[in-house]
């Protein structure tokens, strides 16, 4: 155990995520179980250096289980990279008597985890981002949720697709990863799904998929495009001059955040909070709160981001399978 540990601080960064909210819950009560205050930042590692941090008791995270977002908000923090920046967040954590933190978000906010325990503050972090695109976990809080906000805004755009006889080219989010596209592709049986981790061909991967469905009778085609790669508006005009389909372009943006996080996420993001919470008692900094093989274990920050993380070849063989017409 680490001695006379008292106080730890929670924060989220970067990107916000569904399912954020129970893991700063598991931390305040479960901090709270083993007798430790728990200093809520506010707005990530910019609050963290500017001292805007209040204590959270149990009662403070009641009725937070079904709120999407983050209640201790979130912001980006570009400075956080420099280490006199860094220092000033270590002293201002001394300040408030904290004495360790945990730090939820995308691998950005995990360099900043690893700058302070560097810098002396004991870290650790836990992968909260809709793009499951931590490498060193099969799953990040947020995920779950986002892939049924895409599925029900997709089937949707589907029906009046349908009614239309047009085809639907549809931007996801994911940055320059295509998780989101790939599985929400195959979830809502899209004629063609774009992703960054694969190079495609406008002739042969999007142009000839819809003339082939076309050929055997279909009348609404789907394109999922992934975020990274983008281009939805001039790719649907340009459907519409090869193939004589009237075509739309969707960007879902922001909408793909919010909502009600699923039993998934409010269960993992749990296990994960509480798992962080006991690693800073036991003494542990430096570490990633992580899935593997559908188990919260941890590693090392350093291993962790050295991870790579590729899409699963079942999902992308799949994929062609299933949009065969």
């Not at 400075?79 to 004495?99: L, S």
């Not at 009046?160 to 006889?165: K, P, Q, V, W």
């Not at 790939?182 to 981790?197: F, N, Q």
């Not at 789907?222 to 459907?239: L, N, Q, R, S, Y």
């Amino acid at each position: 155990m680490a001695e006379n540990i008292k106080t730890i601080g929670v924060l989220t960064s970067g990107g916000d995520a569904p399912g954020m909210n129970a893991a700063i819950r598991a931390v305040v009560r479960v901090g709270a179980h083993h007798g430790l205050k728990v200093m809520g930042i506010k707005r990530g590692y910019s609050g963290l250096i500017k001292g805007d941090i209040k204590e959270m008791r149990p009662r403070d995270v009641s009725n937070t289980l079904q709120r999407g977002g983050t209640i201790l908000q979130t912001a980006r923090c570009p400075e956080f990279k420099n280490e006199e920046v860094i220092q000033r967040g270590v002293e201002m954590a001394k300040i408030f008597d904290i004495e360790g933190l945990v730090v939820i978000g995308g691998d950005g906010s995990f360099r900043g985890a690893a700058g302070l325990c560097k810098a002396g503050l004991p870290t650790i972090a836990l992968p909260g981002t809709i793009d499951n695109d931590i490498g060193c976990s099969e799953y990040t809080i947020g995920y779950d949720t986002c892939l049924n906000t895409i599925k029900s805004a997709v089937d949707n755009i589907k029906d009046t697709t349908e009614s239309h006889e047009r085809c639907s080219v549809i931007e996801v989010m994911g940055r320059s990863a295509g998780f989101l596209a790939l599985d929400v592709g195959i979830a809502c049986g899209a004629d063609v799904i774009l992703v960054p981790e694969i190079n495609w061909s406008f002739t042969d991967d999007v142009l000839k998929p819809i003339l082939h469905s076309k050929a055997n009778g279909e009348k609404r085609f789907i394109v999922i495009v992934a975020e990274g790669v983008g281009g939805v508006v001039e790719m649907a005009k340009k459907i519409e001059e090869k193939t004589g389909i009237e075509s739309r372009a969707t960007i879902l943006g922001h909408v793909q955040r919010g909502g009600s996080p699923s039993v998934r996420d409010r269960v993992t993001a749990s296990e994960m909070g509480s798992l962080a919470v006991e690693l800073l008692i036991a003494g542990k900094q430096n570490r990633i709160v992580c899935m593997k093989d559908n188990k919260i274990i941890d590693v090392d920050i350093k291993e962790g981001l050295a991870m790579q993380k590729t899409l699963s070849e079942q999902h992308v063989s799949l994929a062609k399978k299933l949009s065969y017409k």
